[in-house]
Structures are given as C-alpha cells and as structure tokens.
C-alpha cells in the first residue's frame, strides 16, 4: 500500500474512532460526579479487614487472581526479553573502557544512591498503610542501583548485580505469590482469599492478613524483573558487539 | 479552585503528549516522554491517585525512556559499526 | 468542565494512534504507544473522580469523615502503569532483533523487504 493510501485509510479510521469517542465520551457519567457504587463497596470492605491503604487491599486482596494475572504478565514479557536479547553465536563481547565520570556528578549519584535505594525499601514495606507498594516500590529500588552506572562505571555495576541471582529472585517472587494463594486454599477458604492470617491493627506495619506478604512478593519480583530488564538492555547497548 | 488547576494540567498532558508524538526523532521523544510522566504524576495526584502518581513518576520519568535510550543507542551502534565494516 | 477530561483522554489516543500509524521508526512507534497507553490511564482515572474527595488512603484520615476518590480504577490504573512498562520492553526487545536481523527499524523498508 502506498504512503498516501495508507494516510487516507488512517484519515478516515481515525475520524470514524473520533466521532465514535466523543460521542461515547458525551454519554459518559459527568467528571467528579458523586455515583461510584464499586469504589464505595471496596472501601467498605478494605476498611472490614484492617487495611489503611484501599489500593493495596484492592490489588492484594479483593482482586489478588487479577493480581497473578498481571504479574504473570510482567513475568512473560521479562522471560521474552531475556530469550530476545541473549547474546547470539555471532556475537561477541567487547568490554568497555571505564569513562572519566566529572567529580560533582559522581558525588552526587553515590549520595543519592542509598538514599533512593532506602526509599524504594520504605515504599514496598508501607504499601498497606500508604501509597505505595510493591509495584511502585519495586521500581524506585531497582533503579536506584543504576545509578551506581553514573557513578562509578559498568564493571562495578555488574559487581554488585549478579543477573543470574536476580533472575532466580523474580522467579521465588512469583511462587511465593502463588504459595501464598495455594496455603489460603489449604489453610482457610478459597485462593488467594485473605482468611489465613488476622488482620491485626488497623494502621500498623502488620495489618490486612495476607496483604503485606502478597505486597513484598510483588515487590521483589518487579524490583528483580527491572533489575533484569536493564541489565539486558545495557549489556546491547554497552557491551554486545556484531562479529566473532 | 481545584478545578481550575486539574483544566490546567490537563491541557499540559494533552499538550505534552501531542508534541511526543510530533517529535519524530526517537532520543528527543524519548526525552519529551519523560517530561510527559512528570506531567501525568502531577495530573494523577491532582485526581487524588498518588499511588498511581508515584508508579508513573518511576516508571514514565525514569524506566521508559532510559529503556528507549538503550535501544537507540544499540540501534545506532549497529548502524556505525556496518557503516565502517563497508 | 464536564467532559473535557475524557475528551483529553480520547485526544491522546487518537494523537498516538497517528504517531503510530505515520511512524517511520519503529523505536518512535514504540513511544507512541506509550502515549496510547497513558490515555488510557487518565480516562480510568477521570471516571473515577469525586469532586471535593481526597485519596483513598486512611493512614491519616479517619475512616468516613470525608468521601474519597473510587480506588477500583486506581488499582487497575496503577498495575498497569508497571506492567505496561514490561510489555514496552519487550517491544523493544523485538526491534532490537528487527535491527539485528533486516538492519533497518523503518517499517516501510521492512515492508519491502518481504515483499
């Protein structure tokens, strides 16, 4: 198809959709409006089992299968990358000359290091009782330790992130979710249901049952997958290089 | 007065995002991407979301365009590398 | 007010599905999608909004003294937000190995190229 065909087909799909939208969008309930039965209804029962954080109760207890299903996803779509950028047969390795990093931005990267590191940690560890969690968590941490990248060069970074380990890490991360969801069958009612374990008092570090465990797998598994993710990526971008 | 201020950013994100997809350029949109996950976080905790706010800040600002960095940089690499083989 | 944040929301979409459809990188197009992606996220979260509520969070708000925000869509928005940025990965994955194995990203080119 040629380039101005294709514009045109664009053209007309794309008004179609945007009509289509608008009108959607005209019928829809009024922004800000005061009709959310769901929202109310998951409150009522966040509140029911102790835990402060209605989000986290939400993605960890009232929707834990959906959870699983979205961190079986995270897991496939790790699992592809890695398969998709593994060094090849006719590839080799070149390794990089470590580059003179300025002094300020050095300093900088290694102060801010532990500071954002421990700010990861905090997030995962409060998910149940402020915003936060393991997904957001789980980010902050694993970026944190790129920052090493900037500060001290690529051959450090590969020191203290063996890929291998992190690799295994996702992978406990997702059977110690799918463990906790197996005891909730053996041990209380249904998978995943949050009946193991007792809520505790509301707003403390060990309220809402099983939410704090599902919360730290969570956690560790996106912190390993990132970790993963870019250790693949940089490794392309940095070190793989075409012919023998 | 809320209102006024979550018209604003919203504006901002559409703005911000239009001029992603008219970069054409993959490093500088990747740039502009980065500066459209700021403006979300910041319309995302205007809507009273910061749990969302705060995985868009990570995530948006810092892990996607660093992920699209990578991979212009690999892409180019290659490119240079057959230009000086030929 | 009203409707205009919906209307963003499908603005976005629509913006992106062009960077999509017009794009000669595919890296570019995989930005795009990203866009897509965030248009989403903000439709969720107009439509769970509350005027004059605050986050559904009640580490310091005592439980029922003020209405909150729907927290349904926050959850499905926030799981999204990460496990989106995986599948973006993953897309960048393939057009990595699209580089390897045509040595171009242009999509037109690659069209060609099959023929």
Redesign the interface.
């Known amino acids: 198809m040629s380039?101005r065909a294709?514009?045109w087909l664009?053209a007309v799909g794309?008004g179609a959709?945007?009509a289509l939208?608008?009108a959607a969008?005209?019928d829809?309930?009024?922004?800000?409006?005061?009709r959310?039965p769901?929202?109310d209804r998951?409150?009522r029962e966040?509140?029911a089992r102790h835990t402060?954080?209605?989000?986290a109760s939400?993605?960890f207890d009232q929707?834990a299968f959906?959870?699983l299903g979205?961190?079986s996803?995270?897991f496939a779509?790790?699992l592809?990358?890695v398969v998709?950028?593994r060094q090849t047969r006719d590839e080799h390795r070149a390794r990089p000359e470590p580059e003179p990093v300025a002094l300020p931005v050095r300093r900088y990267a290694l102060a801010v290091l532990p500071v954002a590191l421990l700010t990861g940690l905090y997030?995962i560890a409060h998910g149940q009782?402020?915003?936060?969690?393991g997904?957001?968590g789980?980010?902050?941490a694993a970026?944190s330790l790129?920052l090493l990248y900037l500060g001290a060069d690529y051959r450090a970074l590969e020191r203290i992130r063996p890929v291998g380990l992190y690799e295994v890490g996702d992978a406990l991360a997702v059977s110690a979710y799918l463990v906790t969801g197996i005891a909730g069958l053996i041990g209380g009612t249904a998978f995943l249901a949050n009946t193991l374990l007792p809520y505790g008092t509301f707003?403390t570090l060990s309220s809402g049952g099983t939410v704090p465990l599902l919360n730290a797998a969570v956690g560790m598994e996106?912190a390993c997958?990132?970790v993963v993710?870019?250790a693949?990526?940089?490794d392309?971008?940095v070190e793989i290089?075409?012919?023998k | 007065m809320a209102d006024a201020v979550i018209v604003v950013v919203l504006l901002l994100v559409g703005a911000t995002a239009t001029t992603a997809v008219a970069v054409r350029d993959p490093e500088r949109q990747a740039l502009v991407l980065s500066v459209l996950g700021v403006v979300l976080a910041v319309l995302f905790t205007v809507l009273q979301a910061p749990d969302v706010g705060l995985s868009q800040l990570a995530v948006g600002s810092a892990l996607t365009p660093l992920l699209l960095l990578l991979t212009v940089r690999k892409v180019r690499r290659r490119a240079q590398d057959k230009g000086r083989q030929e | 007010m009203g409707v205009l944040p919906y209307l963003v929301a499908a603005w976005i979409f629509l913006a992106g599905c062009y960077g999509l459809a017009t794009s000669r990188n595919l890296i570019h197009a995989v930005g795009c999608l990203a866009v897509c992606q965030s248009a989403t996220y903000v439709l969720l979260l107009a439509v769970g909004y509350r005027d004059h509520a605050t986050a559904p969070v009640f580490s310091d708000v005592q439980p029922g003294s003020r209405p909150v925000v729907d927290p349904v869509v926050q959850a499905l928005t926030l799981t999204d937000v990460v496990v989106g940025a995986t599948v973006t990965a993953l897309l960048l994955a393939l057009v990595v190995q699209v580089s390897k194995r045509h040595g171009t990203v242009d999509p037109d080119a690659l069209s060609e190229l099959r023929g």
Not at chain 1, 28 to 34: D, K, W
Not at chain 1, 52 to 55: E, L, Q, R, S, Y
Request: aromatic share 6%; net charge neutral.
């Open positions: 380039r294709r514009l664009v794309g959709l945007a939208l608008v969008c005209l829809l309930p009024a922004f800000g409006g005061t959310h769901y929202g998951a409150v966040s509140l402060a954080n209605t989000i939400i993605n929707r959906d959870t979205e961190i996803i995270l779509a790790v592809g990358c998709l950028l997030v009782l402020s915003p936060g969690g997904f957001q789980g980010v902050v970026t790129h707003n996106v997958a990132v993710l870019l693949r990526f940089l392309q971008a290089e075409e012919g």
